[in-house]
């Protein structure tokens, strides 16, 4: 009861009154599984209050008795954006994926970090997969924009540097395509039932990349597999129908 008078004061903006009942909760001897989502609601009832150090603090406690649980690795991944750690926000919802790779909030974040740090080809993957895991979500008409505007060029970059975007850029001659938009050119022909932008940067990024099992490259690894296997099995446009 106590749980759920806690989200209901989460839902409701009374966050300090949240967290006395999600602290007073953690005293009790309450079931190991349980425990992550009390952790998991303190950390978000501080950080949706801007405590976003003490929210943190939350989150590396429970990560130390859960180190692979995907909504704490998420959760904290978001407390790092707030404090503007974007290579600490990648890092765990890299391993948030790694932890549950049908977690479609990890691959969104992660396709939003690296669209405004330039890295197209892995924004691409990333959002991509989320609208694939998430069609009827209700951010998945904002994102295919998103996809669409990263694809013709208009897309307006929001503030969130990298200590090293290069270090992340495992497709640097890609990109370069990307930017020129040499797929949205009269002379590159495809066969789409959709001819979208994105559809046609994807068409190209697939066509010049494949999966690389020697290469250690998150995006690689994790998404190249997968996109690799769509190319070959020519079920490029069913992925782009979302079907």
């Not at 290579?87 to 391993?95: N, P, R, T």
């Not at 990890?106 to 396709?111: A, M, V």
């Not at 997969?129 to 998430?134: C, D, K, P, V, Y």
């Not at 640097?172 to 495809?190: G, S």
Request: aromatic share 14%; glycine share 4%; hydrophobic share 35%.
């Amino acid at each position: 009861a106590q749980y759920e008078m806690a989200l209901s004061r989460i839902n409701q903006k009374e966050y300090l009154v949240a967290q006395d009942i999600l602290k007073d909760l953690l005293e009790y001897p309450i079931q190991y599984k349980f425990k992550q989502k009390v952790y998991m609601q303190l950390g978000n009832a501080y950080d949706l209050n801007k405590q976003h150090e003490e929210g943190l603090t939350i989150y590396n406690e429970g990560l130390k008795y859960y180190p692979h649980q995907h909504n704490l690795l998420y959760k904290r991944g978001v407390c790092y954006e707030s404090l503007k750690d974007y290579d600490k926000a990648i890092a765990d919802y890299q391993a948030a994926i790694l932890g549950n790779i049908y977690h479609s909030n990890s691959h969104l974040r992660l396709g939003i970090v690296a669209a405004n740090n330039d890295l197209y080809e892995q924004a691409l993957l990333s959002l991509m997969t989320f609208l694939w895991l998430s069609p009827d979500d209700s951010r998945a008409a904002e994102v295919v924009q998103i996809v669409n505007k990263l694809s013709d060029g208009t897309y307006e970059k929001t503030e969130m540097p990298l200590k090293d975007p290069k270090s992340y850029d495992n497709y640097a001659e890609y990109n370069e395509l990307f930017v020129n938009r040499i797929a949205l050119q009269d002379n590159y022909k495809t066969k789409f039932t959709i001819g979208v932008s994105y559809a046609k940067q994807l068409h190209l990024l697939l066509r010049n990349n494949q999966y690389d099992e020697k290469n250690p490259d998150f995006w690689n690894q994790l998404y190249m597999r997968f996109y690799s296997q769509i190319w070959k099995e020519k079920q490029i446009d069913n992925l782009i129908l979302l079907r």
